[in-house]
């Protein structure tokens, strides 16, 4: 006797029941061994029939895709609702952008994390006043001041504060401390003007990066400021940034613990499977906030350069012209957009009605298939990498290259909070940056070959091109080892029930010790293999 698709719905139902009773103590061990027999016996008597591949699939479609699409949607609807008001606002009402974006961004934050929004505004109420009258009683500029209040406030949640409610607003209050520290290294460096309170709140409770970040220096925000049209790249980008995040919150949860079979029992594939679920999910992430800042009309913004593309008139030729400098931003591109009037002109007419919306937060593809880990480094948050970059890495590297890499990564341990897990994450994967880079650029001269950390450019003077037989074998080799040691980073991301609260560092040390620890004693023997060389 056979039974249909429905049927074995029904029996699955029944066993996820029983098996819930179990883990409740609702039945004895002896009774849910009996029924999971009681099954088998029915399975080899062909009374239920093998599961078929549309009958998985109808399955994964009713018990994961649609429940999680539901509540991806109810995350990201307030959020673009949000910054499509502003969006109106900003286009219509020119002269209420700040106000309005300082209104709208306090309601979403309030309606998201309820009352841990509490620590957010008691943090930026504390560096408005540092920021007001820092210089009057200390000896140091506003960002170094800026830098330790935000540091010693994130610490001090982590060290005494409920683990639960921390770890929910500690995405927004990280984004908070990277706006205002870059803000305050802004004023310092004269490359922006002072903004009033109006102007402080609408840039620390952006509605576009409030939630989801990504970070946007203050010359950023106001480039909404500017008040591009309605164009038809607009919608598409909005719509593409929003279908992939979606996608990518799908692959995470419902497509990426089926990669490998129920019975595969090998610890590297099974750690690669965790892994990458984890940068699914970070890449659903970083595509709701590209979203979020389309939505609030924030203009093209390349994350190498911060600058925005194009204006009207002069301007436009002024921009394209600084537009091939080098590093995270502009001096002269960030100090001439704070210098301009805080609401542009009036008149429809005046204003810039089209503009490329590209906006750019990670790029999945760099990360998946790596050159190497400098590559994964730059690609996973590109704004954050650009923020560490100007505000950290180029203020230490007068103590040399190590020493500013370190710096810099312990800077990132402090802003996502003093926890153990991502503390060691964050350190180790800038100890295996830097080795990999010292060592692959030492072999490009070595074999003078295009094997460095970064693609070398067509007119490079290396004999051995990048499309040379040795150069292809030592580059493949470098990204298969960058995804061995993504693998063993990212192993201890998993969905158990500490995700709530925080990884221990037990729970960080035993993951690592399944593994062997074996991608720590690789890079060992990578720095080893340097010194020797």
């Known amino acids: 006797m056979m039974v249909d698709s429905s049927e074995h719905l029904d029996d699955i139902n029944i066993l996820d029941e029983v098996s819930s009773m179990y883990e409740r103590k609702e039945i004895t061990t002896e009774e849910y061994i009996s029924y999971l027999e009681l099954l088998e016996d029915l399975e080899q008597t062909d009374y239920i029939e093998a599961p078929t591949t549309l009958y998985r699939l109808t399955y994964s479609l009713w018990n994961c895709v649609l429940p999680v699409c539901r509540q991806g949607l109810d995350i990201l609807f307030p959020v673009i609702i949000s910054c499509l008001l502003m969006r109106a606002v900003s286009l219509r009402y020119p002269k209420l952008v700040h106000l309005s974006s300082a209104l709208i961004g306090l309601s979403l934050i309030i309606y998201s994390h309820q009352w841990q929004s509490v620590y957010l505004l008691i943090l930026l109420s504390v560096c408005y006043i540092c920021l007001n009258v820092a210089p009057s009683f200390t000896p140091f500029q506003y960002g170094f001041t800026t830098a330790i209040l935000c540091s010693s406030y994130v610490v001090s949640l982590e060290l005494f504060n409920n683990p639960i409610a921390w770890n929910h607003i500690r995405g927004p209050q990280m984004i908070a401390c990277m706006k205002l520290i870059s803000l305050a290294f802004d004023i310092d460096r004269q490359q922006v003007v002072q903004p009033n309170t109006i102007e402080y709140l609408g840039y620390a409770l952006f509605p576009g990066n409030l939630v989801f970040g990504p970070w946007l220096s203050y010359s950023q925000y106001r480039t909404v400021l500017l008040g591009y049209g309605h164009h038809r790249n607009w919608a598409l980008n909005l719509l593409r940034s929003l279908t992939l995040s979606m996608l990518f919150l799908l692959v995470s949860t419902c497509m990426s613990t089926d990669v490998l079979d129920a019975s595969t029992t090998n610890k ?34 390349d994350t190498d350069t911060s600058q925005s593309r194009a204006t009207n008139g002069k301007r436009n030729m002024d921009r394209s012209r600084e537009k091939g400098q080098s590093g995270c931003s502009s001096s002269r591109v960030r100090q001439r957009a704070a210098s301009k009037p805080s609401v542009p002109s009036s008149t429809r007419g005046d204003r810039p009605i089209t503009g490329a919306w590209s906006f750019q937060v990670a790029r999945p593809l760099a990360i998946e298939l790596p050159r190497g880990l400098v590559e994964v480094v730059t690609n996973w948050n590109l704004p954050m990498h650009c923020w560490l970059k100007q505000y950290v890495f180029k203020s230490t590297r007068s103590l040399g290259t190590f020493y500013a890499v370190m710096l810099t990564y312990i800077a990132s341990s402090l802003l996502h909070g003093i926890n153990f897990q991502l503390s060691a994450t964050l350190l180790s994967l800038g100890l295996y940056s830097y080795v990999e880079f010292v060592l692959r650029n030492k072999l490009s001269r070595i074999f003078n070959s295009c094997i460095g950390c970064r693609s070398c450019r067509p007119n490079c003077s290396h004999d051995n091109k990048k499309w040379s037989v040795g150069a292809i074998l030592f580059n493949f080799g470098f990204s298969l080892l960058s995804m061995f040691h993504l693998a063993y980073l990212g192993v201890m991301f998993d969905t158990s029930d500490n995700a709530e609260t925080g990884y221990n560092m037990e729970h960080t040390l035993s993951k690592w010790s399944k593994l062997d620890f074996a991608s720590h004693i690789v890079v060992g023997v990578t720095y080893a293999i340097w010194w020797l060389l």
């Open 268 to 301: 590297w594939l099974l750690a690669y499977q965790d892994a990458f679920s984890f940068r699914m999910s970070h890449y659903f992430i970083s595509f709701a906030s590209q979203a979020s800042c389309i939505a609030c009309g924030v203009v093209t913004i």
